[in-house]
Nanobody, 118 residues
Framework: QVQLVESGGGLVQPGGSLSLSCAAS???????????LGWHRQAPGKERDWVAA???????DYEDSVKGRFTISAANATDAVNLQMNKLKPEDTAMYYC?????????WGQGTQVTVSS
């Protein structure tokens, strides 16, 4: 079992930056050498959408609208996954969730709110 806790959300003006962090209760790589860590977001009245992912081989992928603005990274022997968000836009406003796909299971955090508004 893995618990994920997100932090770092808040209110920021358009063009600003935020750094989200997701702390895991145990090292993801201690469960399996193969895993995918990711961030998803859900705006009010909309479905939860995938934003970015990092795999155990180091490969990263991004949803088209965040490419060049967001950077995903795994830290501390994969007990944390971060999302650096730059050049934020009002349409980035959403609840952001981290996800760990490891050992045949999918784990979710509770989410952290990001609001981009002037």
């Amino acid at each position: 079992q893995v618990q994920l806790v997100e932090s770092g959300g808040g209110l920021v003006q358009p063009g600003g930056s935020l750094s989200l962090s997701c702390a895991a209760s145990r090292s993801i790589s201690s469960i399996s050498s193969m895993y995918v860590l990711g961030w998803h977001r859900q705006a009010p009245g909309k479905e939860r959408d995938w934003v970015a992912a990092i795999a155990s081989n180091g490969r990263t992928d991004y949803e088209d609208s965040v490419k060049g603005r967001f950077t995903i990274s795994a830290a501390n022997a994969t007990d944390a996954v971060n999302l650096q968000m730059n050049k934020l836009k009002p349409e980035d406003t959403a609840m952001y969730y981290c996800q760990a796909n490891v050992g045949g299971n999918v784990y979710w955090g509770q989410g952290t709110q990001v609001t981009v508004s002037s």
